[in-house]
């Protein structure tokens, strides 16, 4: 249905459903009675206004999802009802996937095609491989010394709060609410302010699915004010974010501060893309062309350090240029866009000033460089060559359409110098040697190689960072450990 659908002009949906944070199982007002505006990146025109959650919202929020934990019924759920209810819910998103799309699009920006084909199908797979583990979390049995009986159980930690940023808003909800709710925990996620709607549109589906009232809450707002107030709540266990490294920090200082909450963090990145002597250049070009420009620029493992060897370097740089000025640009709502604006007004000023600083810092502006059209927050895509690693455009995260090219002579100087970032969130490597291949995976400091791949997600892959790139691990098994806790229980072998 998805592809027959694209053969026809696509719109966006004609009206917004549901614009009121969700708490408890029911749409509410603000307690402040507040709202703000969410934007169509497309033309600044305002698409809904939308209620702006506060401290005393998620105070509802969180005493809700606190009930639904202390007194049931998520927990006391068997672990096969919580999967079926997970599962029923993959099939409504499935069932609803253009509709889906066509909002993530309308609020992000981002090619309607890239929603409709890749991100809400994966969505549904991620909330089907969470099901899957919602009834196999198993404690163990451990050898004591003594004559003792020992076991583990792994219980939920309680109620956790989620923040989650604009540029996979689904995605970002399915790494999250997935893994803590497949564990027996109930949620308060906070949606990032410049995309709020798609969440409460599933989270809507997620109780015509049976998730009881209370399990999982949605507070719209913004950082300073709903933000932090979850991440100061007393009456919150445990922290999961995705964001800047800045707000990271701040986040988990929130935590320390209040009641000590663990947190998950996944952040920033400058991640290197090597190109190695004996790359095949146009498998490389491309390759390296989709790791930085996929989502506009706009994801933190962007492969936005493209590190070329001298000996291809001349032809990489001009086949580079050649790539991004084939790139289409325009509505995302057209078929066979491959990019669209900017998130926001602020992300198209940051990334303008970043190409800025590209120039007055002396690299070499080979193509772009500029707002593509009148109107709306897009950026012709951009490159640059002959950057030097001290440059801001080096080492900087700019989260946008803007590709760095750094020729290098050797696999040491290239492995110090990729390493030489305060970030550690992934790194692509492209290369037909085995032994290369060897030597960078293991040299390079990051959570993910991706090796002639890149942006590789399954659900069963961990993701997550190396040094101030993060905390923890998302997706996959090592995911579950974020939402568990450990429990000993130790009895005699006979009575005493
Ligand atoms: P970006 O700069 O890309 O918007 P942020 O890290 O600021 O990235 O935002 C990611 C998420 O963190 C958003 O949901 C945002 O509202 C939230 N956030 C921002 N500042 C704070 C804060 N001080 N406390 C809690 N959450 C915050």
Redesign the pocket.
């Known amino acids: 249905s998805t592809a027959a659908s694209l053969e026809v002009p696509i719109k966006p949906p004609v009206k917004v459903e549901y614009t009121q944070l969700f708490i408890n199982g029911q749409f509410v007002d603000a307690a402040s009675g507040k709202t703000f505006q969410t934007l169509d990146p497309r033309t600044a025109e305002v698409i809904a206004h939308v209620a702006e959650g506060d401290a005393e919202d998620i105070n509802r929020a969180v005493a809700a999802a606190r009930k639904a934990f202390d007194e049931g019924p998520w927990p006391k759920l068997t672990a096969y009802e919580r999967q079926r209810i997970l599962l029923r819910f993959a099939d409504l998103v499935e069932e609803h996937n253009d509709e889906i799309a066509a909002l993530e699009t309308w609020d992000n920006g981002k090619p309607y095609e890239q929603a409709a084909k890749i991100e809400v199908p994966m969505f549904v797979r991620l909330m089907r491989y969470y099901a899957g583990w919602a009834d196999k979390i198993h404690g163990m049995t451990v050898p004591a010394d003594g004559p003792y009986h020992v076991q583990t159980l792994h219980e939920p930690i309680g109620v956790a709060g989620q ?4 540029n996979f808003p689904l995605l970002m909800y399915a790494w999250k609410v997935g893994p803590a709710l497949a564990c027996g925990n109930t949620v308060v996620l ?4 410049q995309t709020p709607l798609s969440a409460l549109y599933v989270t809507k589906l997620f109780h015509e699915a049976g998730l009881p009232s209370g399990v999982l809450n949605i507070v719209s707002g ?3 004010t709903a ?2 107030a ?2 100061s709540h007393m009456d919150v266990d445990k922290l999961a ?4 490294t ?2 990271g920090k ?2 988990l200082e ?1 935590a320390a501060r209040s009641n000590l909450k663990p947190v998950t963090l996944e952040l920033g990145g400058k991640s290197p893309f090597i190109v190695c002597e004996d790359a095949d250049v146009d498998n490389a070009v491309e390759l390296a062309h989709f790791a930085l420009f996929f989502n506009q620029g706009q994801c933190c493992c962007a492969g936005s350090r493209t590190y070329v060897h001298e000996r291809v370097y001349d032809e990489f740089v001009e086949k580079a240029k050649a790539r991004a000025l084939k790139r289409s640009v325009g509505d995302p709502f057209r078929q066979g866009m491959e990019q669209g604006p900017q998130v926001d007004s602020e992300q198209f000023e940051k990334v303008l000033r970043y190409i800025r600083s590209g120039v007055d810092s002396g690299a070499t502006l080979e193509t772009g460089g500029d707002r593509f059209g009148e109107k709306g927050y897009y950026i012709k895509p951009t490159v640059f060559s002959n950057v030097q690693d001290d440059m801001l455009i080096a080492k900087d995260e700019i ?1 946008g359409p803007v590709q760095s090219i750094l020729q290098y002579k050797d696999l040491d100087e290239v492995i110090r110098r990729a390493n030489n970032s305060r970030y550690g969130l992934a790194a692509g490597v492209f290369t037909q040697s085995l032994e290369t291949a060897n030597t960078l995976m293991r040299a390079l400091r990051v959570g993910t190689v991706w090796i002639n791949c890149f942006d590789t997600f399954d659900a069963a892959i961990p993701f997550g960072g190396y040094k101030m790139s993060g905390i923890g691990r998302e997706k996959g098994e090592y995911s579950l450990k974020n939402y568990l806790q450990v429990k000993a229980v130790v009895t005699p072998l006979k009575n005493p």
């Open positions: 923040i989650i940023p604009w906070k949606t990032a302010e913004f950082g300073p933000g932090a979850l991440c974010f995705t964001g800047s800045e707000t701040i986040i929130l989260f």
